[in-house]
């Protein structure tokens, strides 16, 4: 599945510093990332829904998250 070649929106949720350092890596090493909005979130104390939609999910669309390697850090 390529997903630059469909009309998909990608977003990427984690904390502000590792955002930072995936978007630094993903330029070093020359990865095209302009079709991923990066949303910071602090998912202990943010409603991680909430920043999405700010940052434009439409939540009428049908939509899937992958949930990979957070649930762990959660308290």
């Known amino acids: 599945l390529r997903l630059k070649e469909r009309r998909i929106n990608t977003f990427e949720v984690d904390a502000?510093?590792?955002?930072?350092?995936?978007?630094?890596?993903?330029?070093?090493?020359?990865?095209?990332?302009?079709?991923?909005?990066?949303v910071s979130c602090d998912f202990e104390t943010q409603d991680w829904e909430a920043r999405l939609e700010r940052?434009?999910?439409?939540?009428?669309?049908?939509?899937?998250?992958?949930?990979e390697g957070v649930t762990m850090y959660l308290s």
Do not use: C, Y
Request: proline residues 3%; charged residues 30%.
């Open 55 to 67: 940052e434009g999910m439409d939540t009428s669309l049908p939509t899937i998250f992958i949930w």
């Open 16 to 38: 502000t510093g590792t955002q930072h350092e995936k978007k630094r890596v993903l330029e070093e090493v020359g990865i095209d990332a302009r079709n991923v909005t990066f």
